[in-house]
């Protein structure tokens, strides 16, 4: 039933976009693969856009230039559910572990309702990659760089390399002085631009010197579409915005979200240090379109294991009311309403409504305070066990205050 009501939502609100950024990579790349100039010269027929990404990015989808137009479109969709799924998992089966849900059911739920969230479906929809960034960022933080691994950073790396954004993460790592993750993570993402130079020497100096600074080339900043701290300032004074408030706006969400990370850190709690980077460099980008806030859907989950986690009912009941606000908001299209129409007070206010949701998640979302049983000290206990060929791991509630893991959610 549910699976219905969730189909005929999307069928109702979700824009048709026909998959408009994979045609943009598609044809840029076969562009540049049949040597008809620079992958950075080619604009998609009747638009004003064309390729952004860093050469390596290019690079990494050449294959692209040999496969199908249909089947592109089926591996970029398959790859984005693939992905999404995987890390819903990681996010959610702590949580239903701990209260006794049916594990895989709990799974099927949030997997639906997830294809009702804005940023999700543009993702899919435009034919994105940012659910493929996302998950590069969060198995490199879960897998590797908590449990001390070596290669920690590397995912990192190559997600900057590919798109310059998931860079923030770096800089994650280094105030949190993980400062082996962060070296790794930015001798990745070096190497991977310095062999695209060498393979793709013009295309890299086009991209390096002249399409990076372009910004002409995404679109125009006031546009709705921008929910970014830019955005919002932009849409003060479309055809002059000012760059001083933003940059006093990024210095104030920097500061905020550089206290809540060294006291996530300071409690372990990885998955809290990862959804407050993911909005801050949301909020700070110069453009971060809908599809870009899939880095938020982590902080709205993360609510929910706080919430059952709470130790009194007003609590829970709060950050409950606090999650589902926050999802349905990023579910209504509500900002669309809005385009063009704000030049007055409370018009500007509402076309920048996911702005405001994402400043509110930065500053309040909870951070555990007690070192205990939670999402990555839990799925690190998992991979070991079944490492070890233990088939039940023990719930996180039977076991003493003493286990040792992380702390990812909940109320402290």
Partial sequence: MLAGVVFAFV???AARHGFFDLRVYYGALNYWADG?????DYLLPGSTYGFTYPPFAALAMLP?????????????????????????????????????????????????????FEPLRETVLFGQVNMLLVFLVAADLVLLVSRGSRF?????????????TPGIFIVYLLVTKRWKAAIVASATAALATLFAAAVAPDASRVFWTDALWNTDRVGALAFISNQSLNGAVARLHPSDPSKALWVVAVIAVVIIWFLRVR???????????????????????????????????????????????ARS???????????????????SRLVWEFNEKWDNPVGWVLASAYVWICIALLA??????????????????????????????????????SSSGTDVGGAG
């Avoid at 809290?272 to 980077?277: E, N």
């Fill in 36 to 40: 008809r100039g620079s992958i950075y």
């Fill in 313 to 331: 009912r007003r609590r829970r009941t709060t950050l409950l009311v606090f999650m589902v606000f926050s999802y349905a908001l990023l579910c």
């Fill in 11 to 13: 069928a109702a609100l």
């Fill in 152 to 164: 920690g950073g590397i995912a990192i790396g190559l997600a900057t390399a590919v798109k310059l």
């Fill in 64 to 116: 692209m230039a040999v496969t199908p137009w249909q089947m592109a479109i089926v591996i970029s969709v398959t790859a984005s559910v693939v992905t999404t799924v995987i890390l819903l998992y990681w996010l959610v089966d702590p949580v239903a572990r701990r209260q006794g849900w049916t594990r895989w059911y709990a799974l099927a739920i949030v997997v639906c309702l997830a294809a009702a």
């Fill in 263 to 309: 006291k996530a850190a300071a409690a372990g709690d990885e998955m809290t240090g990862f959804a407050l980077t993911g909005i801050l460099g949301c909020l700070m980008s110069p453009i971060t379109w809908v599809h870009h806030l899939v880095w938020v859907g982590p902080a709205i989950l993360l609510l929910l294991d706080n919430a059952f986690a």
């Fill in 364 to 401: 309040a979302l909870p951070i555990r305070e007690r070192r205990g049983a939670t999402q990555l000290g839990e799925l690190d206990r998992e991979l070991n066990s079944l490492i070890e060929g233990e088939n039940s791991p023990v719930p996180a509630r039977h076991r003493s205050p």
